[in-house]
């Protein structure tokens, strides 16, 4: 777990940053979401890892334990789950990347509450 919480703004800011240099430099058919992280963190060894290895369940956790009612992407949508088949981030991680990337969008277009 991290040492401070993180803003949301930052939350969102270190979670596509991760899940974009995974997809774009480590990426191939294949390649499950644990995987990648472990790449990931294998390339950033001195930084601070979040709880679970995502930084969304860090700032779920760190707000009111372990509820995914305070997931950065369900603050954007309620129905966001990142088990979901279509973009379960272990087993789809490319779907799960663009699926952040349209609520990341959504988000700073100002069309869901941001919460703090």
């Known amino acids: 777990m991290l040492k401070t919480?993180?803003?949301?703004?930052?939350?969102w800011t270190k979670c596509m940053a991760m899940w974009e240099e995974m997809i774009e430099k480590h990426w191939?058919?294949?390649?499950?979401?644990?995987?990648?992280k472990d790449l990931y963190l294998a390339n950033h060894r001195r930084m601070a890892m979040p709880r679970n290895m995502c930084y969304f369940c860090d700032y779920a956790f760190t707000r009111r334990g372990h509820d995914c009612n305070s997931?950065?992407?369900?603050?954007v949508d309620k129905n966001f789950d990142c088990y979901k088949p279509s973009y379960y981030y272990q087993g789809n991680p490319k779907a799960f990347y663009r699926?952040?990337?349209?609520?990341?969008?959504?988000?700073?277009?100002g069309k869901c509450p941001d919460k703090d």
Do not use: A
């Open 5 to 11: 919480k993180l803003s949301l703004e930052r939350t």
């Open 28 to 36: 191939k058919r294949g390649v499950n979401g644990e995987d990648l």
């Open 71 to 75: 997931c950065p992407g369900r603050l």
């Open 99 to 109: 699926k952040l990337v349209k609520l990341n969008k959504k988000r700073k277009q």
